[in-house]
DNA sequence: AGACTTATGGAACAACGTTCCAGTCTTATT
DNA sequence: AATAAGACTGGAACGTTGTTCCATAAGTCT
């Protein structure tokens, strides 16, 4: 919260910081979903009180992009140093949704957190990391803008749909029987008025998220193709 | 909540009913903004207590789903009786984008929403439309999943990204000078380790929400049509 | 007229984010 | 070594929220 003219020198080995605070966040939200991080919840884990943790973080929203941005940082940074070398710009950008689709899967509050903000850091990476390929794909420069946002767009939104569906199903059903579920409820749906969603209801199941995340960022880049 | 097997009498003129309440909770979130809508303050203004409202409603989820679908209703039905009559699918799927797209510049909580919950009705409404025209345009039916899906993810993405924008300057902030101020701080960022972002930072504050959104629109119906 | 369902409104509850503050520990200065 | 000043801690307390409970009224049916 304040800054530290002088090198600190360690505390004690327990001593709070906001990294130890948002690790411990983290270990919350992945253990026991999005709505168990509680300031009480993380003050009992850290064995300390909730007014001790404001003195590291401003409030939840704070805590939250610390979060959020400390595990989309580690997917751009290993996404950048693994597929420098010699993958074209659009095997880049497949690797980076990619990095952060499977980051969203194995941390779904992630997903809603990143839908929620857009001018947060974690954000921000992306952005970065989107747009430097589309420039290197050679889209002129008016268009770059338009071409990165619009896969940004589609990456965060699908985030947040992701992470809805995660927190549905949070007890014991899996994601497969979760579908199954939905698409029973849009079966029944009236054919005339919704003939469109009846149809998905037979795919929806047995679909695999992935292949249906990547088409999607296949569809948006080769629109930019067609357009350069 | 119950099932009415015979038909209702009117009590008084001024009855409860999800209709009047879903009413009053929107004419509450477009005045006063999505964290003003409370059960108390709902009960204020429908001159009642918030136990009655419970009898009406099952709870806040159910109450936000349901504004939300009383909006984008108007949105579907307006669109598909306007554009039906000698449209291509092209222009319907970006008629009925830019009224999604309105509706939630006119009520910015629709977009949280939105992008919140993808399995409630409202999105639902989305999807339909957006799929007929996806089969109208004559793209296989494998593929036909895909395309929507991804037309979605990008209309939902970009509606939260709003949302949370519009929440970003509530109160005296234009949304110019609001951009302007999110421009100026990422213009100071690391030139070398955010080149792209600063160059989106100079072109952010004047750009047209309303054209990137279309731009967006019309670089997947691009993709779509060159994969057709 | 009574019995039963539908509906109402206000009190009460548990949980949350946040603030406050009385202390304790660390470091720098005398 | 003593002391003052800041950094940091932990737990109590505050105000607000969604939701539940319940006594009671209004309407409907036999």
């Known amino acids: 919260m304040r800054f530290m003219t002088k090198i600190r020198t360690e505390r ?6 906001k990294e130890r605070i948002v690790e411990a966040a983290i270990a919350i ?3 026991d979903g999005e709505g168990a991080l509680t300031f009480r919840a993380l003050a009992a884990r850290l064995a ?5 943790i404001y003195w590291h973080v401003a409030d939840k ?3 939250l992009a610390a979060a959020t941005d400390h595990v989309i940082a ?15 710009p659009q095997e880049a950008i497949r690797a980076l949704a990619l990095g952060v689709f499977d980051a969203i899967d194995a941390h779904p509050w992630v997903g809603g957190q990143l839908s929620r903000d857009p001018f947060q850091y974690a954000v921000l990476r992306i952005l970065e990391g989107v747009g430097g390929q589309v420039q290197a794909l050679g889209v002129p420069q008016q268009a770059q803008f ?4 619009a896969l940004m767009s589609f990456i965060l939104g699908l985030a947040g749909q992701y992470a809805a569906g995660a927190e549905f ?18 079966a029944q749906l009236d054919p005339i008025e919704h003939p469109f969603v009846r149809q998905v209801a037979a795919v929806l199941p047995e679909h695999d998220d992935r292949e249906q995340f990547l088409a999607g ?10 357009v350069r």
């Open 74 to 88: 580690q997917v751009t940074a290993q996404v950048t140093t693994k597929a420098v070398k010699g993958a074209t």
């Open 12 to 17: 004690r080995a327990d001593a709070l910081s």
């Open 48 to 52: 300390t009180g909730s007014g001790a």
């Open 169 to 186: 199903h949070a007890r014991g059903m899996d994601r497969t029987t979760a579908l199954r579920a939905v698409a029973a409820k849009w």
């Open 29 to 31: 939200l992945d253990q």
């Open 61 to 63: 929203q704070d805590l």
């Open 146 to 149: 338009n071409a990165a946002t």
């Open 217 to 226: 960022i296949d569809l948006i880049l080769a629109g930019i193709e067609s």
